[in-house]
């Protein structure tokens, strides 16, 4: 009998835990069973097949006798083919080919040849490496630049079993892969910049206010009056990731399957604009086996554009209000219950009714007062005031329609005041859209004037307690791109502005 033991990782969420994989090579009348045990899914138990390939065309031949792969704790389930090289690992080291495995820990998926082939949530079994004092992650090239972000860890990018049974024997001879800080940078001439939109001046200001505050927007026009293209710009205007956000990014992107190959971190904040047929499950995560994120994930520390917010399902829409609330997602299943980031800054778009021209001087309305009433009040209340910055965005005049590009504020000029007044609020601790309800008073003191604009505003507009404490975020944004101390009547003013609109359309 030889019993051999190595570890790996398994990703549930976005962290990864510890998983032993232990081999036992024993004598039956029965040579070559594989009994593979410790609850995993279709695809691990495919690995007999694969690892009985790469073992043989490897040049190592295959034992000639039973043998048992135990998957511990065996009360979790296990998902993926990152454990085909620790499987691997296991037989031949209870066929006593290489040596013990200590402060290595090991993923990869093998080929029939031998090669391996990348996993996802590499820098989540980085993390979770280092953490528990593993010295050395061997994994494949493909991943080797995402994992080796992670400090205080020897990452080793391979190609093939064979290389990793040369690195176990003759560790001398390989080096650690060099950390790979971030992602190339994109060129900046490829980023979509505000020079190109013509006219929307308010427009402008609004979205500059949001991307310094990290706001919710609500953008309302007729069809063609440039909301998709604003929105595809404001994600230029924020600023980049911080080390533990991209980490943390990162992290969701590995997940999902959707970072590049050979990245490092992300460098910049994701946008993310899902198509208005998405599932819930395509929204908040979920599916079938080990939840995965959703598009509320994918666009954490990002944007999140909705267009055409009414033609969301309804019931797909309001499980955006525990995201916008809490910043995370929890999706419970019968055996587990797991946890994704997702604070994101909202940007949705939409038309006023069905046809799009309601309230349009030029074109006329066909959509009668019951069918925009039915058409609006697909966006509920209680969502519609979790969005703390309702603009209209009018149809653009023939005379701003042909003006000079160099007319308008660029990207990069926008950009800088947002980081500045971004700078400003970190001295706090948080953006101000993240404000926490009993910090209000301490950083949103207004002044005498100030204080009479907002009591008049919560008593004209009889606005509900959460529309009063964000209006006092957006001023204090306001104030903050101003440079200010105190909130002024002028930052309250036009914070206000940005909570009419919805008064004007839903009553």
Known sequence: MAL???QTAAVFGIDAHL???EADLYKSGMARDFMLVGMPDAAVREARERIKSALINSGFGYPNKALTINLAPATIRK???????PMALAILGAMGTIKSLDHHLTTGELSLDGALRPVRGALSMAVCARDTGFRNLVLPAENAAEASVVEGLNVYGVRSLPEVVALLSRPGEFQPVLPLAASPPTDAEEQPDFRDVRGQATAKRALQVAAAGGHNVLMIGPPGSGKTMLARRLAGILPDLTFPEAIETTKIYSIAGLLPARAGLLRHRPFRAPHHTI??????GGGSGAPRPGEVSLAHHGLLFLDEFPEFPRNVLELLRQPLEEGSVTIARSNMTLCFPS????VAAMNPCPCGFYGDATRECRCNSGTIQRYLAKISGPLLDRIDIHIEVPAVPYVELRGERGNSESSEALRARVRSARERQMVRGFTNALMPSPRIREHCRLDAGGERTLEMAVRKMSLSARAHDRILRVARTIADLDEAGPVAAKHVAEAVQYRSLDRS???
């Open 19 to 21: 998983i032993d994989v």
């Open 343 to 346: 604070s994101f800054m909202l």
């Open 4 to 6: 051999f033991k190595t």
């Open 79 to 85: 998902e993926g083919a990152g454990f085909d090289l």
């Open 505 to 507: 359309y839903w009553h």
């Open 279 to 284: 599932s819930d499950a395509g929204l908040v």
